[in-house]
């Protein structure tokens, strides 16, 4: 049997985390970067908690107005001084919850980011080692912060995304270019069975490009979150691939 962690961001403003939480496995909760509050990260520990779902900060780059999803020419300073206040935020909110933490996932163009900038990846890393150095990092497959994270001795789990267009080399497609996000339930549903059963994923060309991955990423912003989920959990079943 295949089985695979499905994980969702979660704590975005979207409202829709209690119709999401029984398809997930794990969830990466905003922290006050790109959005977030005290409120929200404990309203969302408390369903994930209901629902036994597995929690991690989802920190960003300072940034509400775009979302997070502006890459920013941040000083070292103020990018680890950001990271260590989100993930402090995040870590107080699950000392009130006696929630026990999984993960972490940087957000957006961090996340991008991180997949080639070393300077990023060195700050991003001390701040996770300093500050949560038992838990994992969901990072995208090949990218330098798993590479630098094995070295550093932080566990990794390889992230590949059901809702959204890849390129060539393994990195996702620009949000500002047609069919970054996918829509289409049938197209979604081929990339999660090639990722999971093929270690595949189809780019804009026709061609394949391998890619291994551990958890599934559905973002909750998506559109069509709720429904979509239902979707691929059906396809999960009949496929008989356990979520985990």
Do not use: W
């Given at each position: 049997?295949?089985?695979?962690?499905?994980?969702?961001?979660?704590?975005?403003?979207?409202?829709?985390?209690?119709?999401?939480?029984?398809?997930?496995?794990?969830?990466?909760?905003?922290?006050?970067?790109?959005?977030?509050?005290?409120?929200?990260?404990?309203?969302?520990?408390?369903?994930?908690?209901?629902?036994?779902?597995?929690v991690g900060p989802h920190p960003?780059?300072?940034?509400?107005?775009?979302?997070?999803?502006?890459?920013?020419?941040?000083?070292?300073?103020?990018?680890?001084?950001?990271?260590?206040?989100?993930?402090?935020?995040?870590?107080?909110?699950?000392?009130?919850?006696?929630?026990?933490?999984?993960?972490?996932?940087?957000?957006?163009?961090?996340?991008?980011?991180?997949?080639?900038?070393?300077?990023?990846?060195?700050?991003?890393?001390?701040v996770v080692k300093k500050q949560?150095?038992?838990?994992?990092?969901?990072?995208?497959?090949?990218?330098?912060?798993?590479?630098?994270?094995?070295?550093?001795?932080?566990?990794?789990?390889?992230?590949?995304?059901?809702?959204?267009?890849?390129?060539?080399?393994?990195?996702?497609?620009?949000?500002?270019?047609?069919?970054?996000?996918?829509?289409?339930?049938?197209?979604?549903?081929?990339?999660?069975?090639?990722?999971?059963?093929?270690?595949?994923?189809?780019?804009?060309?026709?061609?394949?490009?391998?890619?291994?991955?551990?958890?599934?990423?559905?973002?909750?912003?998506?559109?069509?979150?709720?429904?979509?989920?239902?979707?691929?959990?059906?396809?999960?079943?009949?496929?008989?691939?356990?979520?985990?």
């Amino acid at each position: 049997m295949f089985k695979i962690d499905i994980n969702c961001d979660m704590g975005e403003g979207m409202g829709n985390e209690e119709l999401l939480m029984p398809f997930i496995s794990s969830c990466s909760i905003a922290c006050g970067g790109h959005v977030g509050s005290e409120e929200t990260i404990l309203r969302t520990l408390q369903l994930a908690k209901a629902y036994d779902i597995k929690v991690g900060p989802h920190p960003s780059y300072p940034d509400p107005d775009n979302f997070g999803r502006t890459s920013m020419n941040l000083s070292k300073k103020d990018l680890k001084d950001s990271l260590e206040r989100q993930i402090s935020l995040f870590k107080m909110c699950c000392k009130k919850s006696e929630t026990n933490i999984n993960h972490i996932k940087p957000h957006g163009a961090l996340y991008n980011d991180l997949f080639v900038n070393a300077e990023r990846v060195n700050i991003f890393l001390e701040v996770v080692k300093k500050q949560l150095p038992q838990v994992q990092i969901y990072c995208a497959p090949g990218s330098l912060l798993e590479k630098e994270a094995l070295i550093v001795g932080i566990k990794t789990k390889r992230e590949g995304f059901m809702d959204r267009a890849y390129n060539g080399d393994g990195t996702l497609r620009s949000r500002l270019l047609h069919g970054a996000i996918l829509t289409d339930f049938e197209q979604v549903g081929l990339q999660v069975l090639g990722l999971i059963k093929k270690g595949s994923v189809s780019i804009a060309n026709g061609e394949s490009i391998p890619i291994s991955v551990q958890t599934l990423c559905l973002h909750g912003d998506h559109p069509q979150a709720s429904k979509l989920i239902i979707h691929i959990d059906g396809l999960l079943k009949k496929e008989d691939i356990d979520v985990r």
